[in-house]
């Protein structure tokens, strides 16, 4: 009888931390924010040329980059064979860019694939687009 | 007697003297430098280019500015499997990762952005650096966007890349102003070199 009584008093205590402990993390979780960045849909892509680029192609490079939707105001880089660009990931992407430029002109070039064991994936699996996403702001704590 | 108002009449002279001497030198200080933040632009509210209807401000602009330029002059060198390029360090940042989230280049644009323009003179709220510790940043146990340690000569060659982007975009080797970034840089080759 008595041991049943010491049973039922760990049991309330074991429930009573369960419970705020419960409380504290669902606190966190509704309080937490997103981390909040200027531009949090900046991406850099690369094409990479067969010969390097003299000043005058460079020059027509840059302003055909700069003719497509989508390039941010960061500078382009022109450096030996290579082209360096940003881009908002929201509005295009690198594959988008590199047909779009060479639908302008046929250079000698090929988009830069990243190898595979250097990419870091780390990708919400909540789509931003997507009509939960914009309906329940709250919820964007969570992602 | 007599000798010591002599004395005290020296004394009285040579006080006003240097007195009058001190009194034009604080009249005349020297003038106070501003800083990096300020000689980049400072608080200047203007147009962000890439946030339509957005502001900025234009000391924050500009280091975004040399920031996304020096980024991207690391990518240009980027070779595979070539040696004496910083290919470990930073082609993490090159992985798409789709429209779902912030990008890893913005968010090392956005923290390299708040650190150096905080710690140069842009304290406003808009600048906290709210990131890990240099050295935190720079360990790739504590940071998986840090594709390795970095050692001295790999720092000296990004030191080389915030130069030749700051002189892409408007800041000469020979200016101070140059100088000064570089002494700011050179502050920060304790926590970050590892290696």
Known sequence: ????????????????????????LLFHIITAKPAVYETPNLQVSRIDFKEAI??????????????????????????????????????????????QLMAKRHYDAQPYILPENLASKEVCPMDQNSLGYKVFPEDQSFF | MKNYSKIALSVLFLSAAVFTSCSNDDETPAPVKASIYERLGGTKMVADPDNSGQMIEQGRLSFRKVVNSTIGLIVADIQSNASGNLQAHFAPLLAETGTTQATNIAKLSDNLTDFFSFNTGGTNAVNTYSGLSMAAAHNPA??????????????TKFEGYVGAAANANGVASNTELYTDIVAVLESLRTPIVQK
């Open chain 1, 1 to 24: 009888m008595k041991i049943n009584k010491y049973i039922k008093k760990a049991l309330w205590i074991a429930m009573g931390i369960t419970v705020l402990f419960s409380a504290i």
């Open chain 1, 54 to 99: 003299d000043s005058a192609q460079a020059i027509q490079i840059c302003a055909d980059l700069r003719s497509i939707k989508g390039l941010t105001s960061d500078s382009i880089i022109i450096k030996r064979n290579v082209v360096v660009y940003f881009h908002n990931n929201r509005i295009t992407n690198s594959k988008k860019v590199y047909a």
């Open chain 2, 142 to 155: 504590t940071n998986p966007r840090m594709g390795t340690k970095s050692s001295s000569a790999d720092y």
